[in-house]
């Protein structure tokens, strides 16, 4: 990860670890789909023999990631920008469980390019869930600062923050956001205040799908 988002430590890995083993251990054979993963080897760290796993990279780094990691049987480099909806039809077997992991990805692309994704990921995975990670909104308005009198390179800094307050306008996102919450950090106690948030989305089962749709007006 860049110095922008969640920083590649141990930490910051566990956490979005965690969530991806909790989640497969649930859906055994599930699909993790891990947006601008670059050259990480997450992989090889939480497979558990039977799931699926898609890297989704623009298609000139996702041409350097097939040439030193090639694609096997239960794992692919799809070469789409994030904020490309067409990743989202390689998934090809929803049912079984889709998980999206993007450490460091969202805070980068417009609020509106982000609710647009999180409404495709809600309206296409039932029973999935997308991890993301936020800068507060304040400390989120200092990078962006710093970075301007800096003239920061690309991927540049966020482009919007994020504070607890406004988990509830994540969830109103889509109808089939069924839940959004804080996935806890150990922050470190001088700095706790500029570690980024971690929050896991919860897309809504086929069967509450159902009960909404067939409810009385």
Same mark, same amino acid.
Request: with cysteine.
């Given at each position: ?8 430590? %141990?930490?910051?890995? %566990? ?33 558990? %023999? ?15 990631? @097939? ?7 239960? @794992? ?8 490309? =909806? ?21 805070? #980068? ?10 409404? *495709? ?24 600062? %710093? *970075? ?20 509830? @306008?994540?969830?109103?996102? =889509? ?11 150990? @922050?470190? #106690? ?19 799908? =159902? ?7």
């Amino acid at each position: 990860m860049t110095s922008w988002g969640v920083d590649g430590s %141990g930490r910051a890995r %566990g956490v979005f670890d965690a969530v991806v083993r909790a989640y497969v251990a649930r859906h055994p054979q599930a699909t993790v789909v891990a947006l601008g993963e670059g050259l990480g080897t997450d992989f090889w760290r939480l497979d558990n %023999g039977r799931l699926t796993w898609l890297t989704v990279q623009p298609p000139d780094t996702a041409a350097v990631r @097939r040439m030193l990691l090639p694609d096997g049987p239960r @794992r692919r480099t799809v070469a789409r920008a994030a904020a490309d =909806h067409g990743w989202l039809d390689a998934v090809r077997d929803p049912d079984l469980g889709v998980i999206v992991t993007a450490p460091g990805i969202l805070m #980068r692309l417009s609020p509106a390019v982000v609710r647009a994704l999180l409404a *495709a990921c809600a309206e296409r995975f039932p029973d999935g869930a997308l991890v993301f990670d936020a800068l507060p909104r304040g400390v989120a308005a200092l990078v962006r600062r %710093g *970075a301007a009198l800096a003239g920061a390179r690309p991927p540049g800094p966020p482009r919007w923050g994020l504070d607890r307050t406004q988990l509830p @306008r994540v969830a109103g996102v =889509h109808p089939a956001i069924a839940a959004v919450r804080e996935v806890p950090v150990l @922050r470190p #106690r001088r700095w706790g205040r500029l570690t980024p948030m971690v929050c896991e989305v919860r897309f809504a089962d086929a069967r509450s799908r =159902h009960r909404a749709s067939s409810a009385p007006a």
